[in-house]
Antibody
Framework: EVQLVESGGGLVQPGGSLRLSCAAS????????MNWVRQAPGKGLEWVSF????????YYADSVKGRFTISRDDARDSLYLQMNSLRAEDTAVYYC??????????????WGQGTLVTVSS | SYVLTQPPSVSVAPGKTATITCAGN??????VHWYQQKPGQAPVLVIS???DRPSGIPERFSGSNSGNTATLTISRVEAGDEADYYC????????????FGGGTKLTVL
C-alpha cells in the first residue's frame, strides 16, 4: 500500500523558513516523480512544485519560484520542500503527491494527509 | 496563463446523474484528471487521462474530454459522493506547471 506522510509544518513568522518532509513507503520511491500541492484554508488546490525521479527536472509555480526548493533523498525514500521568505499567503495545508504518469505529463495518483503551515506574526 | 473554469456548485438528487464541467482553451488536446476531496481529507484521484478509472473507483464515475470542455459524470449518485471535485491538467508552454480548476462542490439533495 502506498503511503505518504508529511511532517514539518507549523507556525512561522513572515520572512521565516520551514522545511517540510514527506516519508514514502509501499512503492519504489526512486522510480517516481513527486510533487507538492497546497490548499489555503477554504480554498482550492494549487500545484507548488515537481521533481522528476532522477531530480534532473524541477519545476515551480510562479508564486513560490525563488523562495521554495524541492529536493529528494532516495536513500531515505523522502521528499522535501525548503520554504524561505515565507508570506502570509503561503498559509496552507501542504500535500505530498506521487506522479502517476510514467512518460506522459504529470498527475497525482496518491496523496499524503498533508501538513499545515501557518505564516503569521 | 492557462485557466480551468468549473462551476462552483452542482446539486443532484440521490440516484440521478451529476455532471461537472471543466472549461479550458482547447482542453480536448490535453489530458484531464479529476480528484474528489471530502471535508478534512486529502484529495483522491477518481479519473485519469480523461476517462480512465483507477482501481477501486466505482464504475459510476466516468469522464470525457473534447473541444473546450472536459466533463466528469457521476451516475446513480449516492450521499457518499458529496464532495469537492477538481479537474487538473499539465501545461508545458511556456513553463512546465500543474493547473487545477477552482473546484466544484457537489451537493446531494
Amino acid at each position: 500500500e502506498v503511503q505518504l506522510v508529511e511532517s514539518g509544518g507549523g507556525l512561522v513568522q513572515p520572512g521565516g523558513s520551514l522545511r517540510l518532509s514527506c516519508a514514502a513507503s509501499g512503492f519504489i520511491f526512486r522510480s517516481y516523480a513527486m510533487n507538492w500541492v497546497r490548499q489555503a484554508p477554504g480554498k482550492g488546490l494549487e500545484w507548488v512544485s515537481f521533481i522528476s525521479s532522477t531530480a534532473s527536472a524541477i519545476y515551480y509555480a510562479d508564486s513560490v519560484k525563488g523562495r521554495f526548493t524541492i529536493s529528494r533523498d532516495d536513500a531515505r525514500d523522502s521528499l522535501y520542500l525548503q520554504m524561505n521568505s515565507l508570506r502570509a499567503e503561503d498559509t496552507a495545508v501542504y500535500y505530498c503527491a506521487r506522479d502517476g504518469a510514467e512518460v506522459a505529463t504529470p498527475y497525482f495518483d496518491n496523496w499524503g494527509q498533508g501538513t499545515l503551515v501557518t505564516v503569521s506574526s | 496563463s492557462y485557466v480551468l473554469t468549473q462551476p462552483p456548485s452542482v446539486s443532484v438528487a440521490p440516484g440521478k446523474t451529476a455532471t461537472i464541467t471543466c472549461a479550458g482553451n482547447n482542453i480536448g488536446s490535453k489530458s484531464v484528471h479529476w480528484y474528489q476531496q471530502k471535508p478534512g481529507q486529502a484529495p483522491v484521484l477518481v479519473i485519469s487521462y480523461d476517462s480512465d478509472r483507477p482501481s477501486g473507483i466505482p464504475e459510476r464515475f466516468s469522464g470525457s474530454n473534447s473541444g473546450n470542455t472536459a466533463t466528469l459524470t457521476i451516475s446513480r449518485v449516492e450521499a457518499g459522493d458529496e464532495a469537492d471535485y477538481y479537474c487538473q491538467v499539465w501545461i508545458i508552454n511556456p513553463d512546465h506547471r500543474g493547473v487545477f480548476g477552482g473546484g466544484t462542490k457537489l451537493t446531494v439533495l
